[in-house]
C-alpha cells in the first residue's frame, strides 16, 4: 500500500467517525452527546495523523489534539492557528466522554463539536491535501 492509500485510509476512518456522530446527533436525540464528542474528536486525530503521515512520519500513538498539532508544524514549517483553538475544545473527548464524569455535556456541546471536528476536516483537506 502507498502512502497516498495510507493517508486516505486515515482520511476515511476519520470521515466515518465524524458521520458516526451526524447519525447519532440526527437518530439520538443527543441521548448518546458523550458518544458524539468522542466520536468528534477522534475524527479530528485521525485526520491530523494523516498529515503527520504525508510527511513519512509515525503517528504517535497520543491522543492529544495539541501534541499532534505541534507535530503537523513541525513537519510542515507552517503555523496551524486556525484550527487551534477548536482542537484544544475537541481534546478534553479523547478519555473524559468514555466514562462516568461530573459535568454535564450539553445540546451546545454537541452543536460545537460537530462544527469543530467539520472545521479541522475541511482546514486539513483544503490545506494539505487537496485532491490526493
Not at 5 to 16: A, Q, T
Request: hydrophobic content about 40%; proline content about 2%.
Amino acid at each position: 500500500m502507498g502512502i497516498n492509500d495510507i493517508i486516505k485510509e486515515w482520511l476515511r476512518y476519520g470521515d466515518m467517525d465524524l458521520n458516526a456522530a451526524k447519525f447519532l446527533k440526527d437518530n439520538m436525540n443527543n441521548h448518546s452527546a458523550e458518544i458524539i464528542c468522542f466520536h468528534c474528536q477522534q475524527a479530528a486525530e485521525k485526520y491530523l495523523k494523516a498529515v503527520i503521515i504525508s510527511y513519512e512520519k509515525d503517528p504517535p500513538k497520543i491522543h492529544d489534539l495539541s501534541e499532534l498539532i505541534k507535530m503537523c508544524e513541525e513537519c510542515s514549517d507552517l503555523v496551524i492557528e486556525e484550527i487551534f483553538s477548536e482542537c484544544e475544545r475537541l481534546g478534553k473527548y479523547a478519555v473524559q466522554s468514555r466514562y462516568p464524569h461530573d459535568y454535564a455535556i450539553e445540546d451546545s456541546d454537541v452543536e460545537q463539536t460537530l462544527q469543530d471536528a467539520a472545521k479541522i476536516r475541511n482546514y486539513v483537506i483544503v490545506n494539505f491535501f487537496g485532491e490526493i
